[in-house]
């Protein structure tokens, strides 16, 4: 089971990562060519960082299923204290690390691992900031923010940003995460919550 991106490409794979904002913008980053791997698109990217405004500077985020790092390296480039990247596929882990490297970031690290089993354990430290995209249709997300919540890695007033099939709405994600905005596109539904 690959945790990359859930959705096919409609292209054989590879290709580029444009960063849309802040210190790194306009870098284009070379995206692995892993089957389904796909970066979130620009406009999904923009929306959401208009929704984060004022909340990114500083926080520490965590990139559940990062696949390309489409966002958690957008959330460093926009000044974000430090981004964790949980990759499955080794190869798209390996083009994430070596991304980090061109882009000389030291405040960023990438585990090789699946992100369910990383995140049973007791937390080692609180994120202020999550991204989750599992892949699609895998029943993934459920577990994964149970996770989140059961195991203490969620800072107090912690945002995180789901992006799933739109056919699971409303998302089960637990009762004390609040809906604070949302948007569907086809068949895709991007919610980002405040835990409270």
Not at 3 to 12: D, E, F, M, N, V
Not at 38 to 47: A, H, I, L
Not at 83 to 105: I, M, P, W
């Amino acid at each position: 089971m690959k945790h990359t991106r859930g959705r096919q490409q409609s292209h054989a794979g590879g290709g580029q990562l444009r960063i849309i904002g802040g210190t790194w913008r306009s870098r284009k980053l070379p995206v692995a060519d892993v089957e389904g791997l796909r970066p979130t698109p620009d406009r999904v990217r923009e929306t959401l960082f208009n929704w984060l405004t004022g909340w990114v500077a500083d926080a520490r985020c965590l990139d559940a299923f990062s696949g390309t790092g489409a966002l958690g390296l957008e959330a460093l480039s926009r000044g974000a204290s430090e981004t964790v990247f949980l990759e499955y596929s080794a190869k798209a882990a390996q083009t994430l690390k070596n991304n980090l490297q061109a882009l000389r970031s030291e405040n960023a690290r990438v585990e090789q691992t699946d992100a369910l089993q990383w995140l049973s354990r007791p937390a080692l430290q609180t994120f202020n900031l999550v991204f989750l995209d599992p892949p699609f249709r895998k029943q993934l997300l459920q577990p994964v923010c149970e996770q989140l919540q059961s195991n203490g890695w969620l800072a107090q007033d912690a945002l995180v940003y789901v992006e799933a099939e739109k056919e699971l709405s409303p998302l089960p994600v637990p009762a004390n995460w609040e809906l604070w905005k949302e948007k569907s596109a086809g068949q895709v539904i991007s919610c980002l919550y405040r835990v409270v």
